[in-house]
């Protein structure tokens, strides 16, 4: 309400002009810090601000991050999109890095769950690369789950992957002479083991003319990837990350990785991913096993069940929240955060100076006063209705005790 000559206004009214200013203000802070500060403010290049913290994030410095991805090169922290109905949560004590790669990535969106999605191809594609990554990673030796401590849930979006336990196995060969050499896998479970899925990774090396090849099965006599060369050379049939929803089975019997080579000096290795219920045993013939990991039984990690929608998992929620000490108990505040939120987002901005016991939520640059402290937090919450659509915050800062 205006106020007219000879009439008084209330505290916060006078405070909230104050907040207008304050924001002014602080898009200089922001600009200067992004061009640097040139001039010798109190000898350090940094200006003398009174009772006043900022970030314009031109590094990761948010102490808590939940559901936002960093954005290094422009200096900002943004929603992921999500356009997948296929993804994978994984709860675990700790994730000892964000994985970045095979077009899928880790967000932390609470305390101990991470959700692992994919960001490129079809839907079914989406599903590979995330199983992909987390079995076998980028060369069968880095998987992401390895990533993980203390696995307590795997729970994915995929109807056909609830119940199974995820099995990686390797096999080679370098021979001196003609060879026939295979491994066998038994499936114990042969009743309820619906809709098995299976990945291979064949790779085929000649040095002359009689040729090699390496062959996957599922089952037996159903070969469903190979590689061949003839004359000399080196070839490759990488299925790992792509669709091979055709290849699933219901209760297959076994499963088959074949080596055969015409002549001497030939190599081949053969790696397979396989998604089943119940364990796999295998019998070697003359072909060497480098990795047989199955990763419910050697490696503890449980089978997998369903998981919730996005929303109700919590997904669509994500917060930073940032934390400094104030030099006095602080008694007011006021927040200026520069952010981008989409139609269907909401955006809710938090105060605490007790160190997080007690919020009081606020209006950008409207003055609050939280339960009195010196640690003084501030917490951007985002709410997204539709997990495709981004959001973005670009910069924050709080003054406070300003009179």
């Known amino acids: ?101 095979n077009n899928c990535k880790t967000s932390p969106f609470v305390s101990g769950k991470w959700l692992v999605y994919c960001t490129t191809g ?64 038994t499936f114990n479970d042969t009743s309820t083991n619906n ?5 291979s990774d064949l790779t085929a090396t000649s040095p002359d003319a009689d040729g090699v090849s390496m062959a996957s099965q599922f089952a037996l006599g159903n070969q469903v990837n190979i590689t061949a060369v003839s004359p000399p050379g080196t070839d490759d049939s990488f299925e790992m990350g792509t669709d091979t929803s055709a290849d699933e089975l219901t209760n297959p019997a076994n499963c088959k990785v074949n080596y055969i080579a015409g002549g001497s000096g030939a190599s081949g290795r053969g790696s397979v991913i396989i998604l089943c219920e119940g364990t796999l045993t295998w019998a070697l013939t003359t072909i060497t096993q480098d990795i047989d990991i199955d990763y419910t039984a050697d490696n503890s990690i449980p089978v997998m069940t369903a998981a919730d929608t996005l929303a109700n998992e919590g997904v669509n929620i994500a917060t930073l929240i940032f934390k400094d000490t104030a030099s006095a108990s602080v008694t007011h505040a006021m927040s200026a955060i520069n952010s981008t939120i989409d139609a269907t987002s909401s955006e809710q901005i938090s105060i605490s100076a007790n160190g997080g016991s007690n919020w009081t939520d606020v209006n950008n640059t409207e003055v609050a006063r939280p339960t009195a402290g010196t640690a003084l937090w501030r917490k951007i919450v985002i709410t997204r209705t539709d997990v495709s659509k981004g959001d973005i915050v670009t910069e924050q800062a709080v003054k406070y005790n300003f009179y």
């Open 195 to 199: 809709n098995s899925s299976f990945w």
């Open 122 to 185: 079809t839907d079914a594609v989406h599903r590979a690369q995330i199983h992909k990554s987390l079995w076998y990673g980028t060369n069968g030796t880095d998987a992401l789950i390895d990533d993980f401590t203390s696995v307590t849930a795997v729970k994915t979006s995929h109807a056909n992957d609830v119940d199974k336990r995820a099995i990686l196995a390797e096999f080679s060969n370098t021979g001196s002479t003609p060879a026939t050499e295979f491994a066998t896998g």
């Open 1 to 101: 309400m205006a106020v007219k000559d000879g009439e008084l206004t209330d505290a916060d009214g006078v405070m909230n002009s104050v907040g207008s200013n304050f924001n002014d203000i602080a898009q200089n802070i922001f600009n200067a810090d992004y061009i640097g500060f040139d001039s010798r403010l109190t000898n350090n290049t940094t200006p003398n601000l009174k009772n006043v913290f900022y970030s314009t994030f031109t590094s990761d410095d948010a102490d808590t991050n939940f559901g936002f991805d960093y954005d290094s090169t422009n200096d900002l922290y943004s929603t992921p999109d999500i356009d997948s109905t296929e993804y994978i949560i994984i709860e675990a004590t700790s994730l000892s890095g964000p994985w970045d790669d």
